[in-house]
């Protein structure tokens, strides 16, 4: 099963489904993500939003961040937020991301590897290729399937039922049915079941709705959030902050001289406020 290319299997099995429908169904899905996407930003107005703000935080810049300061706030965007989103401050809901993260890339990755460069048996695939699709879409389901029923805010926090569905889940849910039907339609088309048919179907329908619900779902947001974490760093370097107020040291005096209610409420030197609500995990239901 993990050794074999399931794509080149369904080819070979089926006289209806050809390279060619499958190339042509991948470069649709493609289209529908890039379509969608983009409705995406013209319904939410989030790239004008993005822009003005932009514009705006300029404007009350104090400093002019240099080209070679930009270059590595870019790479530190990419290191931290994107390659390892430290963004997460739970733990646990870093590592679930990242196993969903990882293995969606690889799982598509290798998708389309196998689909456009080993559509047949003819075309021998390598080893390597069928097994990471296999790890990817285990990886996959295991992160994903550990914050569908323990991490959930509303789940873990708030009580609500494991099987309430709302329209923001369509992403999550699709995803992991995506790579759920996928693991056992390959299981069932290596062991030879009459099931195989019946799974390969779901597949289809799963990877379908995932790719072209990127308008409801949460698939765009993958794209915005990169650059969202680079425009907040930029602001932070300029000085400009998001045009938010600073971050006072409360026992300075040149902050007391200009907030006098500070040191009449709070004393010249005012205690650390602690975690305030960091300072336990949100279970009160």
Not at 12 to 32: D, H, K, N, R, W
Not at 127 to 150: D, E, K, S
Not at 205 to 233: G, I, N
């Amino acid at each position: 099963m993990f050794s074999i290319n399931p794509f080149s299997e369904l080819t070979a099995l089926s006289e209806f489904i050809t390279p060619a429908i499958m190339q042509g169904y991948v470069i649709l899905m493609v289209i529908m993500v890039i379509g969608g996407t983009i409705l995406d930003m013209l319904h939410k107005k989030s790239a004008q939003y993005f822009f003005e703000n932009a514009k705006k935080a300029q404007k009350s810049a104090k400093r002019e961040v240099s080209g070679g300061e930009k270059v590595s706030i870019a790479l530190s965007t990419v290191t931290s937020e994107v390659l390892t989103s430290s963004e997460f401050c739970n733990p646990k809901r870093r590592i679930s991301h990242l196993f969903i993260m990882y293995g969606f890339i690889i799982f598509v990755a290798t998708t389309a590897i196998m689909i456009f460069g080993y559509p047949t048996k003819e075309m021998a695939t390598p080893t390597i290729l069928p097994i990471l699709w296999h790890v990817g879409a285990a990886m996959l389901c295991f992160g994903g399937y550990w914050f569908w029923f323990f991490i959930r805010v509303d789940v873990a926090s708030e009580g609500v039922t494991l099987f309430k569905l709302e329209r923001a889940d369509i992403f999550i849910v699709s995803l992991l049915t995506t790579c759920t039907f996928g693991l056992i339609w390959s299981y069932m088309q290596s062991s030879g079941s009459a099931l195989t048919t019946l799974f390969f179907i779901l597949f289809i329908v799963a990877t379908t709705t995932l790719f072209t619900t990127v308008l409801w779902s949460k698939f765009a947001h993958m794209f915005f959030k990169p650059a969202a974490a680079y425009q907040k760093k930029i602001t932070k370097a300029d000085g400009s902050a998001e045009n938010l107020p600073s971050d006072f040291d409360l026992s300075s005096p040149e902050v007391q001289s200009r907030f006098p209610d500070i040191p009449q409420y709070m004393g010249k030197n005012p205690e650390k406020m602690g975690l305030g609500i960091k300072r336990e995990a949100p279970n009160h239901y």
